[in-house]
């Protein structure tokens, strides 16, 4: 699959840092993934979960977690925002 955008997983590392391995593993593991239904998106992330039209994946440990768009046909996964877990506990991402 193809991550748009790496831009944002850098950007959140850069407020917090610790946070840039676990990004930088989750965005290796999806573009090296092939992931066709939410089933098989499971089966390599098993925190994931559908919220509406998004997918909320717990980063870190369940310290942040990141809120994405995927289109499984094209093999597409935009990121629509990184937030701490108090950030996300707002909902104002919704």
């Known amino acids: ?13 850069a407020l917090h840092p610790d946070a840039d391995t676990p990004l930088q593993d989750f965005r290796r593991l999806v573009e090296s993934g092939t992931y066709a239904s939410f089933a098989q998106l499971k089966a390599t992330f098993a925190s994931v979960d559908k919220v509406g039209d998004r997918y909320v994946f717990n980063i870190g440990g369940n310290k942040y977690r990141l809120i994405a768009a995927i289109a ?20 104002d991402w919704k």
């Not at 193809?2 to 850098?10: D, F, H, P, T």
Request: aromatic letters at 12%; zero cysteines; charged letters at 25%.
């Open 1 to 13: 699959m193809k991550l748009i955008s790496n831009k944002a997983l850098r950007e959140f590392a």
């Open 72 to 91: 499984f046909q094209p093999g597409l996964v935009w990121v629509k925002a990184v937030l701490t877990h108090r950030e996300y506990d707002k909902g």
